[in-house]
């Protein structure tokens, strides 16, 4: 059975998991801004030095860590090689090493901050927007009910396959996609009914 | 997310299954790019996510499709692991790959926009293929290739040579996106909102 690997947060006690949400929000956006100004393999290697000290510092289990870098790794490596081979080991490592400083540091973010905090940081950025017809909280529900969806929409489509295997029609994207999405449409129908039988999400 | 048009159908559907639906295809296309992909050549893994994305725009529309994977994006990037091979995080947005991510809402958009003005007669499969086509070129390859250009350094040559790898199974996907969102309008006939004011509700 496939499970869902929903959450990567890691409860802790460091002064990582104690800062705010919103501060180390802004403080990724602003690393994400700087390393693309600063140019230099120099800079890039320590970054990536940085940034694997905050994530040892944060105690996400390495094995996790590292298979999160798995995706990363293949692209990693054609990547090196692309630009090793038409501009140079500096380049290179300058990208390459820019690239995994940010997802490290993203791994850090995820790790030390639960995704309710996170939420409400974004809830909390969007306020300014209200004047342009943006509801926060209409936000943060629609943030909440996707969250809630993933694990029922994973159900729906494993069994979805299964019921497709068992009449013989495992290969046919028919019978594999067309009632998952129908079931996803009725399921969020039924949420939405839900939803205005509480007096949420309308006018 | 109040829904702006004001629709003539009998059956007004509130704001709050407009979210729900919102949310349940942003989950629907998190789904689609973490169930196991097909690598082939090159960086990006195949996964059903393009599939997943055209066709929430087929059929929620424009502006509900467009929040849709709005929302599945900014779901990742808060760390949530629903981009394709269970990545996330802001740092895959800044990515190589990260111009795919953003040309995927727009492409939504740009798919339910024309599904959504398709008249009656021509509402079927090949014109819906069509749609899907038309916006991922416009959008998902144009804002892919930028990205890979800006974020990994390539050359817009050498970008495109990464990017016309996917143009195969664009095609095949989109002909299974245009057959579902077909079938899934004839389940739900009113999940559109129908611009012209309908004579008869079509028999179901």
Same mark, same amino acid.
């Given at each position: 059975?496939?499970? /869902?690997? +929903?959450?990567?947060?890691?409860?802790?006690?460091?002064?990582?998991?104690?800062?705010?949400?919103?501060?180390?929000?802004? $403080?990724?956006?602003?690393?994400?801004?700087?390393?693309?100004?600063?140019?230099?393999? +120099?800079?890039?290697?320590?970054?990536?030095?940085?940034?694997?000290?905050?994530? $040892?510092?944060?105690?996400?289990?390495?094995?996790?860590?590292?298979?999160?870098?798995?995706?990363?790794?293949?692209?990693?490596? $054609?990547?090196?090689?692309?630009?090793?081979?038409?501009?140079?080991?500096?380049?290179?490592?300058?990208?390459?090493?820019?690239?995994?400083?940010?997802?490290?540091?993203?791994?850090?973010?995820?790790?030390?901050?639960?995704?309710?905090?996170?939420?409400?940081?974004?809830?909390?950025?969007?306020?300014?927007?209200?004047? +342009?017809?943006?509801?926060?909280?209409?936000?943060?529900?629609?943030?909440? #009910?996707?969250?809630?969806?993933?694990?029922?929409?994973?159900?729906?489509?494993?069994?979805?396959?299964?019921?497709?295997?068992?009449?013989? /029609?495992?290969?046919?994207?028919?019978?594999? /996609?067309?009632?998952?999405?129908?079931?996803?449409?009725?399921?969020?129908?039924?949420?939405?009914?839900?939803?205005?039988?509480?007096? #949420?999400?309308?006018? | 997310?109040?829904?702006?048009?004001?629709?003539?159908?009998?059956?007004?559907?509130?704001?709050?299954?407009?979210?729900?639906?919102?949310?349940?295809?942003?989950?629907?296309?998190?789904?689609?790019?973490?169930?196991?992909?097909?690598?082939?050549?090159?960086?990006?893994?195949?996964?059903?996510?393009?599939?997943?994305?055209?066709?929430?725009?087929?059929?929620? =529309?424009?502006?509900?499709?467009?929040?849709?994977?709005?929302?599945?994006?900014?779901?990742?990037?808060?760390?949530?692991?629903?981009?394709?091979?269970?990545?996330?995080?802001?740092?895959?947005?800044?990515?190589?790959?990260? =111009?795919?991510?953003?040309?995927?809402?727009?492409?939504?958009?740009?798919?339910?926009?024309?599904?959504?003005?398709?008249?009656?007669?021509?509402?079927?499969?090949?014109?819906?293929?069509?749609?899907?086509?038309?916006?991922?070129?416009?959008?998902? @390859?144009?804002?892919?290739?930028? =990205?890979?250009?800006?974020?990994?350094?390539?050359?817009?040559?050498?970008?495109?040579?990464?990017?016309?790898?996917?143009?195969?199974?664009?095609?095949?996907?989109?002909?299974?996106?245009?057959?579902?969102?077909?079938?899934? @309008?004839?389940?739900?006939?009113?999940?559109?909102?129908?611009?012209?004011?309908?004579?008869?509700?079509?028999?179901?």
């Amino acid at each position: 059975m496939t499970t /869902l690997p +929903l959450g990567a947060y890691r409860p802790g006690r460091t002064w990582l998991h104690r800062l705010p949400a919103g501060a180390k929000l802004l $403080a990724l956006l602003v690393t994400a801004v700087v390393v693309t100004v600063v140019r230099g393999p +120099l800079s890039a290697v320590g970054f990536v030095v940085l940034a694997t000290a905050l994530v $040892a510092w944060s105690g996400a289990p390495l094995r996790r860590t590292l298979r999160s870098l798995r995706g990363f790794a293949l692209v990693a490596v $054609a990547l090196t090689a692309y630009q090793a081979w038409t501009r140079g080991w500096a380049p290179a490592v300058e990208t390459v090493g820019d690239l995994l400083g940010m997802i490290l540091l993203a791994t850090v973010l995820t790790t030390t901050t639960a995704v309710d905090d996170l939420i409400d940081v974004i809830t909390w950025a969007l306020g300014p927007l209200r004047r +342009l017809g943006v509801d926060p909280a209409r936000v943060g529900l629609a943030f909440s #009910l996707m969250i809630r969806a993933l694990p029922t929409t994973l159900e729906i489509a494993l069994q979805t396959r299964d019921a497709a295997r068992a009449r013989g /029609l495992g290969r046919s994207p028919r019978a594999l /996609l067309v009632p998952m999405v129908v079931r996803v449409v009725a399921n969020a129908r039924a949420t939405g009914d839900a939803l205005h039988a509480r007096g #949420l999400g309308d006018d | 997310m109040s829904s702006s048009t004001p629709t003539k159908t009998r059956t007004r559907r509130s704001t709050g299954t407009d979210i729900a639906l919102i949310a349940g295809f942003a989950a629907l296309i998190a789904i689609s790019a973490i169930l196991p992909a097909i690598k082939l050549a090159g960086p990006v893994p195949i996964t059903l996510q393009t599939f997943a994305v055209l066709l929430t725009g087929a059929i929620l =529309g424009a502006r509900r499709g467009f929040l849709a994977v709005l929302l599945y994006v900014a779901a990742g990037a808060v760390g949530l692991p629903v981009f394709s091979g269970g990545a996330s995080g802001f740092g895959v947005i800044v990515g190589p790959t990260g =111009g795919y991510l953003l040309g995927f809402a727009l492409a939504a958009g740009l798919c339910g926009f024309i599904v959504e003005r398709l008249p009656r007669r021509a509402f079927a499969a090949p014109a819906i293929f069509a749609a899907g086509l038309f916006s991922s070129a416009v959008f998902i @390859h144009t804002l892919g290739m930028a =990205g890979l250009v800006l974020n990994a350094d390539l050359t817009w040559s050498a970008a495109f040579d990464v990017d016309k790898v996917f143009w195969i199974g664009d095609v095949i996907k989109n002909i299974a996106m245009a057959v579902v969102a077909y079938t899934v @309008h004839r389940a739900f006939p009113d999940l559109l909102p129908r611009r012209r004011p309908r004579r008869a509700a079509p028999a179901a």
